[in-house]
């Protein structure tokens, strides 16, 4: 990505680019795929029962123009944005649908996270949820 006195002149493939000392600025953008993971979530089930979650979220650059002009921290805001979409779609499904319909739960995840994104050049191609750690309720003695 190229800017001239601050003002983005175009996308440039990769290999050596020219640039106009004083004029222009260079900003590199990486298109490999990125590997996040989500940390733990506290999450409380339809049916009332707490839990804790972890997943990964595996993303790409698809538009480098709307990455740098769009939002100022793209990897933070999709680890933001997946992390509270994570809290919210699992918490609108049972503690039995979490551990038995789990590639229809991380396609649901996928859809909403990606169309969030999307607005921002970012692709999310896959959102896997790693764990499901049922916290211990406390005794009522």
Avoid at 18 to 42: C, G, S, Y
Wanted: aromatic share 6%; glycine share 4%.
């Amino acid at each position: 990505m190229v800017f001239r006195f601050g003002r983005v002149t175009g996308v440039r493939g990769p290999g050596p680019v020219l640039i106009l000392p004083l004029i222009e600025k260079f900003k590199k953008i990486d298109t490999r795929m990125v590997t996040m993971a989500i940390p733990m979530q506290e999450i409380i089930t339809k049916d009332n029962v707490s839990a804790k979650t972890a997943a990964v979220c595996f993303f790409q650059v698809v538009d480098p123009y709307k990455v740098v002009t769009k939002i100022e921290d793209p990897y933070t805001a999709t680890n933001q944005i997946a992390q509270t979409t994570l809290r919210s779609i699992l918490g609108q499904h049972e503690l039995d649908d979490l551990l038995a319909e789990r590639d229809k739960i991380n396609a649901q995840l996928q859809a909403v996270i990606d169309r969030q994104t999307e607005g921002w050049g970012i692709k999310v191609n896959s959102i896997e949820v790693k764990d499901v750690e049922i916290t211990a309720m406390p005794s009522s003695e």
